[in-house]
């Protein structure tokens, strides 16, 4: 029965990922994926390290290709072979624990089944003041909204579960983690029919500066917390002096 269920989980978060890819590789997609690749840049610029992880909804995209990281790869669930890339079950990580410098989660989290699961698979790969980067959609956006007005939008999203930023947070705590910083992007995606000209000369500078928590896309940047350790000294016996010295015959 577990085997199968299993089975059931990581076949729906195969297909919610292909159409999450095909979605994502649409021409409209572009000023999405600019804004979340700018995000993820700006997160990572300053974070060094041997070993960073990649698994993404859209599996083709490199999002670490500027990480000063020395060695990426990529953890996929599909059968597409892609550079650097190891053919996983998600809810099962085959990485040792405590091994990568930096995660990132690329809309992943919204198409699991089990996102904490999935969440902690990550979080234990990581190791001691290793970074945890976390990109997912806002359920509070106006790209949230249209995707019950809009057929298209409406089946691109079926399944998916579009996780709250303070539940987010904590899970992070409960897994040992610390939020250093939150961020949001894309404010108007899905209507620069609208606000054409005025949207990117204007509106979205201006929401962007404030960051405002409407933003289509959110990152959570999470540091692995140290813990410190005070070693606790065996009690030794008290000699008496008057034991000491004494021949044994």
């Not at 060094?48 to 083709?60: E, I, K, N, P, R």
């Not at 939008?153 to 987010?168: D, E, P, T």
């Not at 928590?213 to 350790?229: E, H």
Request: proline letters at 5%.
């Amino acid at each position: 029965m577990s085997e199968q269920l299993e089975h059931d989980q990581n076949s729906s978060f195969k297909e919610r990922s292909k159409k999450l890819q095909a979605w994502f590789q649409e021409p409209a997609r572009g000023l999405l994926l600019k804004a979340e690749q700018h995000c993820i840049d700006h997160h990572l610029k300053n974070i060094f390290g041997h070993y960073a992880c990649q698994m993404s909804a859209v599996s083709h995209l490199n999002l670490l290709e500027k990480s000063s990281v020395k060695y990426q790869f990529k953890l996929v669930v599909d059968v597409e072979r892609y550079p650097l890339t190891m053919l996983c079950d998600p809810y099962f990580w085959p990485v040792e624990s405590g091994s990568l410098d930096v995660v990132l989660l690329h809309h992943v989290l919204e198409i699991a089944e089990s996102p904490h699961r999935l969440l902690s698979q990550a979080a234990a790969s990581i190791i001691p003041d290793g970074k945890l980067l976390i990109i997912g959609f806002n359920p509070c956006s106006m790209a949230n909204i249209s995707r019950w007005f809009i057929p298209e939008r409406a089946n691109v999203f079926k399944g998916c579960n579009f996780i709250q930023i303070n539940r987010l947070k904590d899970w992070l705590t409960l897994l040992g983690f610390s939020v250093e910083e939150v961020s949001y992007g894309a404010y108007f995606h899905s209507f620069e029919w609208l606000f054409k000209g005025v949207l990117q000369h204007c509106i979205e500078p201006y929401c962007g500066q404030r960051q405002l928590p409407l933003g289509c896309f959110y990152s959570i940047l999470a540091i692995r917390d140290v813990y410190g350790v005070s070693p606790i000294k065996k009690p030794w016996l008290k000699v008496h002096n008057q034991l000491i010295g004494y021949p044994a015959a």
